[in-house]
């Protein structure tokens, strides 16, 4: 019986998609061999690589269980920010390691190592995926979404250019290949987050692993905890200041702030009630991790955006005044009890921390005056620090070798004006798709529109004086990028989703018909999706 079953599941096989399966049993096959290989050779490894071979299996039975490699790469790129899985391949000599520390060899505070990440594996696969899909099995057009894709390609190639400026093209090449990895992350996502389901797919992994690295964070800022498991590391600061699994406190404080504004729009914008208690947990936990990580900057980026949420969520009255007022006395609530804690951050001591911000910028600055077209090279400005120190500049104690507080000026300084306009014009590009999502009619698009929006809109304050150059970061804000992309794509594909019967719980459990198709079920509890002619799609 079992074999006639398997046969008649053979006779069922699209012959058109046999390419795609045999790569995939080849994949299977070729990744359980590696598997078995690391296991066996594994005691000639380093401890970093050693740790990483307990994640094999862990993704290979995913994958399995799933049944959809897509979607594998879909949910590991939304979950590979907070567990920032990845090993170094190529260590520079500057790096600012133990064995350096020791020998008193100069170290640098800037991107010093070239690191294989374990999204960097799955976006191979992705995108051999994507090849080899038959293109008339559901293939899709490209989409360049040119408002920002062009001015990151533009980013990445005076990037490129100002390596010729380089006193060291180890560590530009390092910073080149970073920025290589997320515009080919970026890419994906915005082709492959082509419908509302989709999208709301990967918003809600995100969330999960928002509210896991919260926890974490409230736990370590709890009890100083600190950790490195299977190539993930956790790690805390004194003064009451923790930083998660994002490698420092500045990138934890954008990362939570974002995904928290997101959350808050999911809040309103999610169709079914689990789903929007689950977003309002979201977003409390990561309104208090993100006290923990003491990021004074954060929690002014995130005062204004909450404002500026209330102010959209007023002026486009899709939401309830009362339910805006309640999400105002939440948030002040949330600061109220944690008041000790975050006027002793603004009044303690913190060891020159802010004295030195107007310092790296005029050294920054000096930079810039000197070679402002294509400045010192990609990767290079904490390099270059003491050949451009004067003493106008201030005390060198806290600035020398360190990277610029400042992203725009780090910019600048190190790929010249041309890049940091394309670099504007990125967040520019991406926060203006944000805001004219927000005109849509359909709900769900409007809400994430608002969300994501105030999300950009909150790293680009931080950016004025935070680190941006880690690799969890810099692929967040990227991800954010691909996010606009595809929310705009969805907003003006589909301009004619508009409500049939509003629910008397909330504005997001609305019954949408679709002109043109392509949506299909909103997800309604109860709903279903009917096909009718002439392209219609009527959820009943």
Same mark, same amino acid.
């Given at each position: 019986?079992?074999?006639l079953?398997?046969? *008649?599941?053979?006779?069922?096989?699209d012959?058109?998609?046999?390419p795609r399966?045999?790569?995939?049993?080849?994949l299977?096959?070729l /990744?359980?061999?590696?598997?078995?290989a690391l296991?066996?050779?594994s005691?000639?490894?380093s401890?970093?690589?050693?740790?990483?071979i307990v994640?094999?299996? %862990?993704?290979?039975?995913?994958?399995?269980? /799933?049944?959809?490699?897509?979607?594998?790469?879909?949910?590991?790129? +939304?979950i590979?920010?907070?567990?920032?899985?990845?090993?170094?391949?190529?260590i520079?000599?500057y790096?600012?390691?133990?064995?350096?520390i020791?020998?008193g060899?100069?170290?640098l505070?800037?991107?010093?190592?070239?690191?294989?990440?374990?999204?960097?594996?799955?976006? %191979?696969?992705? !995108?051999?995926? $994507?090849?080899?899909?038959p293109?008339?099995s559901?293939h899709?057009p490209?989409r360049?979404?040119?408002?920002?894709?062009?001015?990151?390609l533009?980013?990445?190639?005076?990037?490129?250019?100002?390596?010729?400026r380089?006193?060291?093209?180890?560590?530009?090449?390092?910073?080149?290949?970073q920025l290589?990895?997320v515009?080919?992350? !970026?890419?994906?996502?915005?082709?492959?987050?082509?419908?509302?389901?989709?999208m709301?797919?990967f918003?809600? /992994?995100?969330?999960?692993a928002?509210?896991?690295?919260? %926890?974490?964070?409230i736990?370590?800022?709890?009890?100083?905890?600190?950790?490195?498991?299977?190539g993930?590391?956790a790690?805390? !600061?004194g003064?009451?200041?923790?930083?998660?699994?994002?490698?420092?406190?500045?990138?934890?404080?954008? !990362?939570l702030?974002?995904?928290a504004?997101?959350?808050c729009?999911?809040?309103?914008?999610?169709?079914?009630? $689990?789903q929007?208690?689950?977003?309002?947990v979201?977003?409390?936990?990561?309104t208090?991790?993100?006290?923990?990580?003491?990021?004074?900057?954060? $929690?002014?980026?995130?005062a204004?955006?909450?404002?500026?949420?209330?102010?959209?969520?007023l002026?486009?009255?899709?939401?309830k005044?009362?339910s805006?007022?309640l999400?105002v006395?939440v948030?002040?609530?949330?600061?109220?009890f944690?008041?000790?804690?975050?006027y002793t951050r603004?009044?303690?001591?913190?060891?020159g921390?802010a004295?030195?911000?107007?310092?790296?910028?005029?050294?920054?600055?000096?930079?810039?005056?000197?070679?402002?077209?294509?400045?010192?090279?990609?990767g290079?400005?904490?390099?270059?620090?003491?050949?451009y120190?004067?003493?106008?500049?201030?005390?060198?104690?806290n600035?020398?070798?360190?990277?610029t507080?400042n992203q725009?000026?780090?910019?600048w300084a190190?790929?010249?004006?041309? +890049?940091l306009?394309?670099? /504007? *014009?990125?967040?520019?590009? +991406?926060?203006l798709?944000?805001?004219?999502? %927000?005109k849509?009619?359909h709900?769900w698009?409007?809400?994430?529109g608002?969300?994501l929006?105030?999300?950009?809109v909150s790293?680009?304050?931080?950016?004025?004086?935070?680190?941006f150059?880690m690799?969890?970061i810099t692929?967040f804000?990227?991800?954010?990028?691909?996010?606009?992309?595809?929310?705009?794509?969805?907003?003006?594909d589909?301009?004619?989703?508009?409500?049939?019967?509003?629910?008397r719980?909330?504005?997001?459990?609305?019954?949408?018909?679709?002109v043109?198709g392509g949506l299909?079920?909103?997800?309604?509890?109860?709903?279903?999706?009917e096909?009718?002619?002439?392209?219609f799609?009527?959820?009943?």
């Amino acid at each position: 019986m079992g074999l006639l079953a398997l046969r *008649g599941k053979c006779h069922t096989w699209d012959r058109t998609d046999l390419p795609r399966r045999v790569f995939e049993l080849g994949l299977s096959v070729l /990744v359980g061999l590696m598997a078995g290989a690391l296991v066996v050779f594994s005691g000639g490894l380093s401890a970093k690589w050693q740790e990483l071979i307990v994640v094999v299996p %862990i993704v290979v039975a995913v994958v399995l269980l /799933v049944n959809d490699l897509e979607k594998v790469v879909l949910a590991a790129i +939304a979950i590979g920010v907070p567990l920032n899985l990845d090993v170094s391949l190529i260590i520079s000599p500057y790096a600012h390691v133990p064995e350096n520390i020791a020998r008193g060899h100069r170290t640098l505070a800037t991107l010093t190592e070239l690191r294989l990440s374990l999204i960097s594996v799955l976006l %191979i696969v992705g !995108y051999a995926l $994507w090849l080899i899909k038959p293109r008339d099995s559901g293939h899709k057009p490209i989409r360049l979404s040119a408002g920002i894709t062009v001015p990151a390609l533009g980013f990445i190639f005076f990037s490129i250019l100002s390596v010729f400026r380089a006193r060291d093209w180890q560590l530009s090449m390092f910073r080149v290949v970073q920025l290589l990895e997320v515009l080919l992350a !970026y890419f994906y996502l915005a082709n492959h987050l082509r419908t509302v389901q989709q999208m709301q797919f990967f918003i809600m /992994v995100s969330l999960g692993a928002m509210c896991a690295e919260s %926890i974490l964070i409230i736990v370590q800022w709890a009890t100083g905890l600190e950790f490195i498991v299977a190539g993930i590391q956790a790690v805390a !600061y004194g003064g009451g200041r923790v930083g998660g699994t994002l490698g420092a406190t500045g990138p934890a404080a954008g !990362y939570l702030s974002a995904q928290a504004l997101i959350a808050c729009a999911m809040i309103w914008a999610f169709p079914k009630k $689990w789903q929007r208690i689950f977003a309002a947990v979201s977003f409390g936990l990561g309104t208090i991790a993100l006290v923990g990580t003491g990021s004074r900057i954060g $929690w002014i980026a995130y005062a204004v955006t909450i404002l500026l949420y209330v102010l959209i969520g007023l002026r486009a009255g899709k939401i309830k005044r009362g339910s805006l007022l309640l999400l105002v006395v939440v948030v002040a609530t949330v600061g109220v009890f944690f008041f000790d804690a975050i006027y002793t951050r603004y009044t303690a001591d913190d060891r020159g921390s802010a004295e030195a911000r107007p310092k790296m910028n005029r050294l920054a600055w000096n930079m810039i005056r000197a070679h402002p077209w294509l400045g010192v090279g990609a990767g290079n400005q904490a390099l270059a620090t003491r050949e451009y120190y004067t003493p106008d500049v201030g005390d060198p104690g806290n600035i020398l070798d360190i990277q610029t507080h400042n992203q725009y000026l780090l910019v600048w300084a190190e790929s010249g004006l041309f +890049a940091l306009l394309c670099y /504007v *014009g990125i967040l520019g590009g +991406a926060t203006l798709k944000s805001w004219l999502s %927000i005109k849509s009619d359909h709900h769900w698009i409007s809400m994430m529109g608002t969300g994501l929006g105030c999300a950009i809109v909150s790293l680009c304050i931080q950016m004025l004086t935070g680190t941006f150059h880690m690799r969890a970061i810099t692929l967040f804000v990227w991800l954010l990028l691909a996010l606009a992309a595809s929310l705009h794509n969805l907003a003006r594909d589909y301009p004619a989703y508009r409500p049939t019967v509003t629910s008397r719980d909330s504005l997001a459990e609305r019954q949408f018909v679709v002109v043109g198709g392509g949506l299909g079920s909103s997800n309604v509890p109860g709903s279903a999706s009917e096909h009718t002619p002439g392209g219609f799609y009527r959820n009943i």
